[in-house]
């Protein structure tokens, strides 16, 4: 079982621009997967919901909360959401941040997921 994890950024990207992020992995995954998050990006989500900035980043943060109550939420022992994401033995990380897609590329050999022209999910 292959395990994908989801990060902050990714998760306010798809609610902000409504892409079905579930459909779109059940597409391009030819492999059992689980999509799992750590409870730092749980409570990233938590904070920009009440104190983004931007209106549409506390909607797009409370809508990200609703999508992630079917997932599984791992609580790992770090003190942000990029270290607990790596410390995750994840196979596939969706992620929009570069550093950290830099950072996982060079941890281990796993795959990532990217969001393209704002609708569609592709698999590197």
Not at 3 to 28: Q, W
Not at 59 to 81: G, R
Not at 83 to 96: H, P, Q, S, W
Request: positive net charge; proline residues 1%.
């Amino acid at each position: 079982m292959n395990l994908i994890v989801l990060d902050t950024n990714f998760l306010i990207y798809c609610a902000k621009y409504k892409v079905d992020f579930e459909t779109e992995i059940d597409r391009i995954c030819d492999f059992k997967y689980k999509i799992v998050l750590p409870k730092q990006v749980v409570n990233e989500l938590n904070e920009l919901s009440k104190n983004a900035i931007k209106s549409k980043d506390r909607e797009a943060a409370s809508l990200a909360l609703q999508i992630i109550k079917n997932f599984e939420i791992k609580k790992i022992d770090a003190k942000n959401a990029d270290e607990a994401i790596l410390k995750l033995k994840a196979n596939v990380l969706a992620t929009m941040d570069k550093e950290l897609r830099k950072r996982f590329k060079n941890d281990r050999k796993g795959k990532l997921l990217l969001i393209r022209q704002k609708k569609y999910l592709n698999l590197i």
